[in-house]
């Protein structure tokens, strides 16, 4: 008979002591200045600031994900942020934000905004076109039009036109739309498709262009009226971008050379924003490999601020002669004219989004934290990397040499901390600033690593594509392993025994030279079919002969098993989580009947008991999208790592007495 489950809820009064001492910063996906006033948008919402940067406050109401924000030049109180398929207004600041969609067009899609810096109330607003899924949808209500195409506003907002005819077909679905703001009637778009459209007119007309357009940014220069620079397909997946000059005024465009800038054959890398020192004429380009300045008018770009960490915008702060950055890793300033010296500003509440955490074996006061940060839509490789040498209370940023996410971590005997990254795996070792490649593999994603708390530089790396490789020599040589596996667990007391989570329970009794697979699982009376796959396994050190596991069974995705013999025979649990197949179970190595499941739409789940009922424990967590879990090797604290929520840290004293760190 299968063993039911329970979730009992906590109430206020019974609210697990879950605390966070960070780590903060986080990617800004878009940015907008106007005076001292900086709007910064970021996966989780909103932030405003008042001092030029100085501090900032979340100002999100219920806005997430938010890809484009413009702030009135003239009147900073007023602002339009574009999420996924919504476009949002602001009159006082952020306090309230109204969803203007249904003024424009029913199902409009935003892609982009741009405020007429002449008259403010003017807005032009790019739409994408329905999906191809919602093709038929339109066909049998034909009195829907499809959204695709550009939208002008001259009334802040309050009625709208369609200013995109002559522009047909699939050529209206609008990725990206840019204003002249010296000549506001230039207007240029490309589509999703990849055709490109000028106006100078107003949208009283439009031709579609070959060469290359500014559609991403266009910035005036200060001092010579005919002087323009721009941005040409700037970001998603167009043509390579370019930076582009107009000597007339807008009307024609050539490719500057561009010198010293992410190269043309690297079509992946996106040019994000542009903008001008209005005293020296200097210009500044944020990209995805960090922001570069210019001084010739585009020619020759040199390198400035943190070298190859993405950037998606770039502003001039006129009042303090500062320029303005939105990165990967929250908001930059630097004195102009220069843009030599960066510092991060501190955005108040912004927690980052932690990946893969480990805690060092010899002392679980030092724990590690590995982020995954996101710029724009789809660009989820850069990331960082932190450490808390009080038990999370508090955490500092490491060096580093490379912007790239490191994805999975874990540390060893000796203290060293192995990585996976884009390069293959790096080793820093304890007490260093320096990482060291220490093995070059192919870009596979997901790998597992796996390091022996007893034996330094004993580590296991595994991955279901790549197979698995274990090192005994602090990652100087690695070893192909007979069996690839999703996961490897090392028992805390002998490391000799050694579980691998694949298709089937896989162990093995001399520390991963071969492999055998568990006995099945009792087959279940027909008609039930046998279990299939197993994704996560926990053992506890206080009783290494009990282990569990998350295995598919039934049709139903995570269904929670545990042996007592070292995983010969199982005993099957049901739990909460069991519909995710990205739960995690984990246990207390010194209570082997204290099980944790986590997963990103359950949160996190505790039994007492073995497995036999669960509760959640989610009360005073901000969030249950849970990334990653740990238990540190001496129980001392159980910590989930939030989808852009940071790290979060529950006591786990033994029961009867209080644990005080020292």
């Known amino acids: 008979m299968r063993a039911g489950w329970v979730v009992l809820v906590a109430s206020a009064a019974l609210a697990q002591p879950w605390s966070s001492g960070g780590p903060y910063g986080g990617a800004i996906t878009a940015a907008s200045a106007s005076s001292r006033v900086v709007y910064a948008a970021t996966s989780v919402g909103i932030y405003r600031s008042d001092d030029g940067g100085a501090t900032f406050r979340n100002v999100s109401q219920t806005i997430r994900d938010a890809t484009v924000i413009a702030a009135d030049p003239r009147t900073p109180a007023i602002a339009y942020a574009v999420t996924a398929s919504r476009l949002y207004k602001t009159v006082d600041g952020g306090v309230t934000w109204n969803d203007i969609n249904a003024a424009i067009a029913p199902g409009i899609l935003p892609t982009s905004v741009a405020i007429d810096p002449q008259n403010p109330d003017t807005v032009v607003v790019g739409s994408d076109c329905f999906p191809m899924g919602f093709v038929s949808a339109k066909q049998e209500r034909p009195q829907i039009e499809d959204p695709g195409g550009i939208y002008e506003s001259r009334d802040g907002g309050r009625t709208w036109r369609k200013m ?107 040019y994000y924003d542009l903008t001008i020192d209005p005293s020296t004429a200097r210009l500044f380009l944020a990209t ?39 990165t990967a890793r929250g908001i930059d300033f630097a004195p102009a004219p220069g843009g030599l010296t960066w510092t991060t500003a501190e955005l108040t509440g912004l927690r980052a989004n932690v990946t893969s955490m480990a805690a060092d074996p010899r002392n679980p006061s030092i724990v590690y934290a590995s982020t995954s940060d996101w710029v724009r839509c789809c660009d989820d490789t850069h990331g960082r990397f932190f450490r808390s040498g009080d038990a999370g209370a508090s955490w500092q940023l490491l060096p580093e040499d490379d912007a790239h996410a490191r994805g999975a971590i874990a540390v060893d005997a000796a203290g060293d901390i192995y990585a996976a990254g884009p ?11 320096r990482w060291i490649d220490v093995f070059a593999s192919a870009p596979f994603p997901s790998w597992s690593i796996t390091a022996d708390p007893h034996l330094p530089g004993v580590v296991f790396a595994s991955n279901p594509a790549a197979g698995t490789l274990r090192t005994r020599d602090d990652g100087k040589t690695w070893k192909p392993l007979q069996q690839p596996v999703t996961q490897v667990v090392i028992d805390p007391t002998n490391s000799n025994r050694v579980y691998g989570a694949s298709l089937e329970f896989m162990r093995s009794i001399d520390g991963g030279e071969t492999w055998v697979f568990s006995p099945p699982i009792p087959i279940p009376a027909p008609p039930d079919p046998p279990p299939l796959g197993t994704w996560s396994i926990a053992l506890a050190a206080s009783k290494p002969n009990v282990i569990y596991r998350l295995a598919r069974f039934q049709g139903i995705s995570s269904e929670l098993f545990r042996s007592e013999d070292f995983g010969v025979t199982w005993t099957r649990f049901s739990h909460p989580a069991e519909n995710d197949l990205r739960a995690q179970v984990l246990v207390n190595p010194r209570d082997e009947r204290d099980v944790f499941i986590v997963s990103p739409t359950r949160g996190a ?40 929520g940071g790290v979060w840290q529950m006591p786990l004293p033994p029961r009867g007495r209080a644990v005080r760190l020292h």
Not at 312 to 318: G, I, K, Q
């Open 423 to 433: 390069r293959g795996f790096s080793k820093l070792p304890a007490g260093s600033d």
């Open 605 to 644: 789940l505790r039994s007492t008991d073995g497995g036999a009922t669960w509760k959640s424990i989610n009360a005073g967590l901000p969030s249950t999208a849970i990334n990653t879990a740990i238990v540190d090797s001496a129980g001392l604290f159980f910590r989930v790592a939030l989808q852009n």
């Open 288 to 326: 995805g490999e960090g922001v570069f300045r210019s001084g010739d008018g585009g020619e020759n770009w040199i390198a400035v601020g943190a070298p190859g960490f993405p950037a998606s915008a770039v502003m001039f702060d006129v009042p303090d002669s500062r320029l303005i950055l939105a």
């Open 164 to 270: 995109s005819n002559g522009i047909g077909n699939v050529a209206s679905c609008i990725a990206e739309l840019s204003l002249d703001p010296a000549s506001p009637s230039h207007l240029f778009a490309v589509s999703t498709y990849g055709y490109q459209w000028k106006t100078f007119d107003g949208g009283g007309s439009w031709q579609m262009e070959v060469s290359p357009l500014p559609v991403t940014k266009i910035v005036a220069h200060p001092q010579l009226a005919l002087i323009r620079y721009g941005i040409g397909s700037g970001r998603r997946g167009m043509p390579p971008p370019a930076i582009l000059v107009s000597r007339d005024g807008g009307f024609s465009w050539t490719r500057t050379a561009g010198l010293g800038l992410p190269t043309i054959e690297r079509a992946g890398i996106p």
